[in-house]
């Protein structure tokens, strides 16, 4: 893949940078090698799986399981204030 001079000449104006036509003509050279070389690692990565995380991790939580709630009285027994299914806080807002 080539890269032309006027793709060089707008990534310049871009980096508001002022080249004659000598450094413009390096960089593209430089920048077309970057390039092969970028695409040559990607091609090294064909045929491998994709992944969600580049290490093997295996999940140190322990499984969901279904338990019985305590009963709300239970739940409201040392409560210093409550309704028939509720905890009663002070309003800390004020209006």
């Not at 045929?47 to 239970?74: A, C, N, Q, W, Y």
């Amino acid at each position: 893949m080539s890269i032309s001079p006027e793709e060089i000449k707008n990534a310049a104006w871009d980096a508001r940078l002022k080249l004659n036509s000598q450094e413009e003509s390096v960089l593209r050279e430089e920048a077309e090698k970057l390039l092969k070389k970028a695409l040559g690692f990607l091609k090294e990565t064909e045929g491998l799986e994709p992944t969600f995380h580049p290490f093997s991790i295996t999940s140190v939580m322990r499984e969901d399981e279904e338990k019985t709630s305590l009963p709300v009285e239970v739940a409201l027994k040392n409560a210093p204030d409550a309704d028939e299914y509720c905890f009663n806080v002070p309003r800390i807002i004020e209006e």
